[in-house]
């Protein structure tokens, strides 16, 4: 994954993106109950479509194993994920975040 997966994007949905990443990776890593782990892994499905929705608008060229293993796992939730699948998101979340992060210049345009 690199910078050329990520042009146009403006400075402020960056942030928003790459925050929101951040901050669901680190609520699945520590969830500490099985109520706050669902709402975490629900909240992954609502960023991954906010990605998606960007990847759209902006023509990333984002991998759709990355967003379909994402959205499918918010999906699979209830019936369960393994250790595994859980360390892969929040592995995901972060590379991608941190690519966001990394296109702040001159890649995106103030907002």
């Not at 520590?30 to 892994?41: E, H, K, M």
């Not at 796992?73 to 369960?80: E, I, L, Q, T, V």
Request: aromatic share 6%; glycine share 6%.
């Amino acid at each position: 994954m690199g910078q050329a997966m990520f042009p146009a994007l403006d400075v402020k949905t960056a942030r928003m993106l790459a925050g929101s990443l951040d901050d669901v990776a680190n609520r699945l890593g520590c969830a500490d109950n099985p109520d706050a782990f669902l709402a975490a892994l629900e909240d992954n499905g609502h960023v991954w479509e906010k990605v998606r929705r960007a990847a759209w608008r902006y023509g990333w060229r984002l991998p759709s194993r990355l967003l379909d293993f994402s959205l499918a796992s918010a999906a699979r939730a209830r019936r369960g994920l393994s250790d595994h699948d859980v360390e892969s998101l929040i592995a995901i979340n972060r590379q991608v975040s941190s690519v966001i992060r990394s296109t702040s210049a001159p890649s995106i345009r103030p907002g």
